[in-house]
């Protein structure tokens, strides 16, 4: 790598095209959020409603059954689909956002088999790298895009190494990650890291105020959000 470190500034980012007045739901992409095991109904939510607030025409729930108040209560327009789903029918405008309150029984893993299997972006936090953990790069059979957004215990799992050795050594780890697993990467934490065709540093002094719950859930949605939106741009010039 020629560029270890670069400090993105958000004033240099690409911004997305503005959107056609003649524009409608079904041309700013499509997410399906996945997760929302059974007392984890908020993550699901929280993901669901990042995915809308970024731009996104249409979002789709797919949790267990008990998360369906979070949604009714605070995101109506999202629709809905029950475990045990499927994705055969995914429009050619999906992406995935999988894992906030997934859970790790037996239902999520089977989940995770058949997404393993799909084509269409997708990304992966929370339960969904607990499970590729124990499964190992195996159950990723496509060469779909993947964006993965571990903080350092799931990262040191995926590893099989400890927290501190991931902490001593940011770079490493995520390098290490993108070779055994493909895909692109956020090591989230202090010196946030994203990992594509290099290095950049996200986030050079870390902001303790994201230290709550429910944070890795919006940026789930959010990234999911922007890259249907992103993909999607252009149907609606």
């Known amino acids: 790598m020629t560029e270890p470190f670069a400090a993105l500034n958000w004033q240099a980012m690409p911004g997305l095209p503005v959107r056609n007045p003649q524009a409608h739901k079904g041309s700013f992409g499509h997410v399906f959020a996945v997760g929302g095991g059974p007392g984890m109904g908020g993550a699901l939510a929280l993901t669901s409603a990042a995915a809308y607030r970024v731009g996104t025409g249409l979002v789709t729930a797919v949790g267990h059954p008990s998360a369906i108040p979070y949604l009714a209560a605070h995101l109506p327009e999202a629709t809905w689909r029950d475990w045990p789903a499927t994705f055969g029918d995914l429009p050619d405008h999906a992406v995935l956002a999988v894992g906030p309150g997934l859970g790790q029984g037996l239902a999520a893993h089977d989940l995770l088999l058949e997404i393993g299997t799909l084509s269409c972006p997708q990304v992966w936090d929370a339960d969904a790298l607990n499970i590729l953990a124990r499964f190992g790069p195996k159950l990723l059979t496509t060469d779909a895009l993947r964006l993965f957004t571990p903080h350092p215990g799931e990262a040191a799992r995926l590893l099989g190494i400890t927290v501190a050795d991931v902490q001593a050594d940011r770079i490493a780890a995520i390098v290490r990650l993108r070779a055994r697993y493909g895909g692109y990467w956020v090591l989230k934490g202090h010196h946030s890291l994203l990992l594509g065709?290099?290095?950049?540093?996200?986030?050079?002094?870390?902001?303790?105020?994201?230290?709550t719950g429910g944070s890795g859930d919006v940026l789930t949605g959010l990234l999911a959000g922007l890259l249907a939106v992103g993909l999607d741009a252009d149907r609606s010039l």
Request: charged residues 5%; glycine residues 14%.
């Open 197 to 211: 065709c290099a290095v950049r540093n996200l986030c050079i002094l870390g902001n303790p105020g994201m230290a």
